[in-house]
């Protein structure tokens, strides 16, 4: 519900339902300039063998279809474990399809490595943020509607 308010001079003030009106506009446009504009000419040049710096591509099993579904990420790997903060938590399809078949794959630079990946939902994806490279923690703080951290436990 919108309520006027005499302080802010008879301005609309947000509420739940505004900010989530908010957020689906958010994951709209996000969504299509993700799948129209960004990852096909990340998916092309990492197919044509460039150089990725920041990104990564996860390749995950598709839920209902059960094919190869890749998707640009950017992650941070420390050790064994690479961590990605999904920018639209369970509404990325990604999300969804390692939640079905949580064995993954991830290019990291040139070499594919496969891993088990999980929701981590008590984890505070704004924090893990701070530790990721710049250009895509600020891309995912400003067009993120439901910050969700996900763990990918890679194998050796």
């Not at 519900?1 to 339902?17: K, V």
């Not at 299509?32 to 990564?56: E, M, T």
């Not at 999300?95 to 594919?112: F, Q």
Request: net charge positive.
């Amino acid at each position: 519900m919108l309520a006027a308010s005499a302080a802010q001079g008879g301005r609309l003030r947000s509420s739940r339902i505004l900010r989530r009106f908010d957020d689906s506009v958010k994951r709209r446009v996000s969504r299509f300039l993700s799948v129209k504009v960004f990852n096909p000419l990340v998916k092309a040049a990492a197919k044509a063998g460039l150089p990725l710096f920041g990104v990564a591509i996860l390749e995950t099993t598709g839920r209902r279809s059960g094919e190869a579904r890749r998707t640009p990420v950017g992650p941070t790997v420390s050790g064994s474990t690479a961590w990605i903060v999904a920018e639209h938590g369970r509404h990325a399809a990604y999300v969804r399809n390692l939640e079905a078949d949580p064995h993954v794959r991830i290019r990291l630079g040139r070499r594919w490595r496969t891993g088990v990946a999980r929701v981590v939902p008590d984890d505070d994806p704004r924090a893990r943020l701070s530790g990721m490279p710049t250009l895509n923690a600020s891309v995912v703080r400003a067009m993120g509607s439901e910050l969700l951290t996900v763990r990918i436990d890679l194998d050796a």
